[in-house]
């Protein structure tokens, strides 16, 4: 019984224009497409809302997060 090992950038670049949320160390979470993540968990995301305890608070374009404000990201599924 072989389990393989998944490495958190490995599962990151796999990621790339999957719908994802972005929690910060503020509590303020982005969702939108993730675009780019290299390996300081800077993350590039398109279509962005920013979110208040589950609130929408703000749309944008375009955001860039800079990797160490980052709490978790966490991929959605896809329906």
């Given at each position: 019984?072989?389990?393989?090992?998944?490495?958190?950038?490995?599962?990151?670049?796999?990621?790339?224009?999957?719908?994802?949320?972005?929690?910060?160390?503020?509590?303020?979470?982005?969702?939108?497409?993730?675009?780019?993540?290299?390996?300081?968990?800077?993350?590039?995301?398109?279509?962005?809302?920013?979110?208040?305890?589950?609130?929408?608070?703000?749309?944008?374009?375009?955001?860039?997060i800079?990797?160490?404000?980052?709490?978790?990201?966490k991929?959605?599924?896809?329906?």
């Amino acid at each position: 019984m072989s389990q393989q090992t998944k490495k958190p950038l490995g599962v990151l670049q796999k990621a790339i224009n999957k719908q994802v949320s972005v929690r910060l160390k503020s509590e303020i979470e982005y969702r939108g497409r993730m675009a780019n993540c290299d390996p300081y968990m800077n993350v590039i995301l398109l279509d962005a809302g920013e979110y208040n305890t589950g609130t929408l608070s703000a749309n944008y374009g375009k955001v860039v997060i800079r990797g160490n404000n980052v709490l978790f990201i966490k991929i959605e599924n896809e329906i």
